[in-house]
């Protein structure tokens, strides 16, 4: 089974069996799987949150590199790649029980390095609410 497949067996369901533990406590669920593109959903829950009750923003800039991670995942590779630059850039906030949405895209995916963005989305999609960019590089690990 290809990796892709196996991500879409998910779609739907909350993520808890990810090999990443930072991803299982985020627990989104899997709205969509294409090679090169995944969208999550999130439940914005009480200590995803700052003093004034808003979506911290270094949990955005989490979810933001967690999701690119696992998009990369979706093209099978045997090969581990790790982040080396994340750039967010943030427009709006979300509070304590909103459903957020985050959509990631591979822009370019060369030899060794990886460029990726993901927007994260109020529920609807009517308000953007950060988007990130980062970089990748392929490590031997596997």
């Given at each position: 089974m290809q990796a892709s497949d196996f991500l879409k067996l998910h779609i739907g369901k909350e993520i808890t069996a990810s090999p990443s533990p930072f991803m299982n406590w985020l627990k989104p669920k899997m709205l969509h799987v294409e090679e090169g593109k995944l969208s999550f959903e999130y439940t914005?829950?009480?200590e995803m949150t700052n003093p004034f009750k808003t979506l911290h923003g270094g949990v955005i800039a989490a979810m933001v590199d967690d999701a690119i991670g696992a998009t990369l995942i979706a093209y099978g590779e045997p090969h581990f790649y790790v982040t080396i630059n994340n750039v967010v850039d943030y427009?709006?906030?979300a509070k304590e029980g909103d459903i957020i949405i985050s959509e990631t895209a591979i822009n370019k995916k060369g030899k060794t390095i990886v460029n990726a963005q993901c927007e994260i989305w109020n529920h609807?999609?009517?308000?953007?609410?950060?988007k990130g960019?980062?970089?990748?590089?392929?490590?031997?690990?596997k």
């Open positions: 914005v829950r009480p427009f709006a906030s609807d999609k009517s308000k953007l609410l950060a960019y980062t970089n990748l590089i392929k490590t031997d690990a």
